[in-house]
């Protein structure tokens, strides 16, 4: 059963161009993450956040930004996409009370031509 | 330098085999190992968490953690086809900032 929604499930765009994903988690999660999986399928996290911290991963380029309206819903957005942002973005949320096993979503394709 | 390897990057069994997947982390603080499987198309999902030394058996999956020597493993009992995934190594230590992925291990289980 999904828990973390992603949308859409699949963008494709044109170099320059901004782009938003979107993500919500009704697990009652207190953070929440994005990921971007290449198409070695290597990933790595670009941010955890939540309602108290944003923690950024130094190698994220600043065209890339979370936007959060409250802990169940954590969107990404990409100002003026570069061709090496084609990738899958990935979001999931953890407990910080609990375990931090972290639940991911379907993840959003994206193809910048 | 990736802080999590695994090993093998592909690995084969026959349907009602074992196969045994390892990760090592290069980091002597990560304290805590997650393995991960992700089904082609879909998000990655939890398969088992280990903190201890020892062995943690969840029905057909069975972890070893060995913090010394700061090696995992997952052994999967009487593979399935429904196994044909790629599994990750997870680690982290008390930071989020420090969590990792392995580049992980892609298991086919063959009828």
């Known amino acids: 059963e999904t828990a973390v929604f992603q949308t859409p499930n699949y963008h494709v765009t044109q170099v320059g161009n901004e782009v938003s994903f979107n993500c919500k988690q009704t697990l009652g999660h207190d953070t929440m993450y994005w990921y971007k999986q290449d198409s070695k399928k290597l990933l790595k996290i670009m941010f955890s956040?939540?309602?108290?911290?944003?923690?950024v991963n130094e190698t994220v380029p600043r065209r890339f930004s979370p936007q959060s309206s409250d802990k169940a819903h954590l969107n990404l957005r990409i100002k003026s996409v570069e061709p090496e942002d084609s990738a899958v973005y990935l979001c999931?949320?953890?407990?910080?009370?609990?375990?931090?096993?972290?639940?991911f979503g379907p993840g959003t394709r994206l193809l910048v031509l | 330098q990736q802080k999590v390897q695994q090993s093998p990057e592909s690995l084969s069994v026959p349907e009602g085999g074992m196969a045994s997947l390892n990760c090592t982390s290069s980091d002597r603080n990560f304290q805590y190992f997650w393995w991960y499987r992700q089904h082609s198309g879909e998000g990655p999902k939890a398969l088992m968490?280990?903190?201890?030394?020892g062995d943690k058996k969840e029905g057909r999956f069975t972890a070893h953690l060995n913090k010394a020597s700061l090696h995992v493993s997952l052994h999967i009992r009487d593979s399935q086809p429904s196994d044909s995934a790629l599994y990750f190594c997870a680690a982290r230590n008390t930071g989020y900032q420090n969590f990792y992925f392995g580049k992980g291990t892609s298991l086919t289980v063959i009828p």
């Open positions: 968490s280990i903190f201890s030394d």
């Open positions: 999931a949320s953890s407990s910080r009370t609990g375990q931090d096993t972290q639940y």
């Open positions: 956040y939540n309602n108290k911290q944003l923690i």
